[in-house]
């Protein structure tokens, strides 16, 4: 075969290959292969609805009261978490409820009746979840709560309890199992690190102290990922 007709097979093939580029790039995608491609870009947001059973540590003091030990109710009250995902791996979450604690005296103190208030602790934590076990999707989380305590009253004989708004870490460890897509079952444990001051009048004087709440917050739910 001679150099020339080499030569035109070549650019033959070439021509050939460049129309056929060309109308591929001009024929239209499927509107299921569309739909498909949108199906599996999940979105970043997640919400639960969990029911939460508040725990607390039963522990405080009273200064200056050897002795002196603190309680507190524990309660079951439903809470909303709002997930955002950087990735597929590191998400964010806003943690939101409300409950209520009676505070009683311990100790010394058995039996005394001192206060009761509702506590908004939002809390915010980074998360790690773990992709690799199919529906099963475990997460790690830490983070930082802000407790406020309202509607405070005292009760018996003391007077204007004064429970501080306080600072304090959370650790959080849970799953989620996805039914499908969007729909999932949820369980998750928190930890909160939350010792407040306060203080409170009594006929002989003002008595101040901490309340080491630390509760761990036990909940389950739905999830639906957007």
Do not use: C
């Not at 097979?9 to 460049?18: G, I, K």
């Not at 292969?33 to 999940?42: L, M, T, Y």
């Not at 209520?100 to 509702?118: P, R, S, Y």
């Amino acid at each position: 075969m001679s150099l020339k007709r080499v030569m035109g097979l070549m650019a033959s093939a070439a021509l050939m290959a460049s129309a056929g580029q060309a109308l591929a790039a001009d024929m239209p995608v499927p509107q299921e292969d569309i739909a498909a491609a949108a199906a599996s870009e999940k979105s970043p947001w997640q919400i639960r609805v969990r029911a939460l059973g508040v725990v607390t540590e039963n522990s405080g003091h009273v200064n200056g009261v050897a002795g002196s030990d603190l309680t507190y109710s524990d309660t079951v009250v439903p809470e909303l978490d709002i997930t955002y995902y950087f990735t597929d791996n590191i998400a964010a979450e806003l943690i939101l409820g409300t409950t209520w604690a009676n505070v009683d005296g311990d100790g010394v103190l058995d039996g005394a009746a001192i206060g009761e208030t509702w506590v908004l602790p939002p809390t915010l934590t980074l998360q790690y979840h773990f992709t690799n076990f199919g529906s099963f999707k475990p997460y790690v989380g830490a983070g930082i709560n802000y407790t406020i305590f309202y509607n405070q009253d005292s009760r018996g004989n003391f007077k204007d309890i004064d429970i501080e708004n306080t600072f304090g870490a959370a650790l959080q460890v849970g799953f989620d199992y996805m039914i499908d897509d969007n729909w999932g079952v949820n369980f998750d444990v928190k930890k909160l690190f939350l010792e407040p001051d306060y203080k409170v009048k009594t006929d002989a004087g003002t008595l101040r102290g901490t309340a080491e709440l630390n509760p761990w917050l036990i909940g389950a739910g739905v999830t639906y990922r957007f």
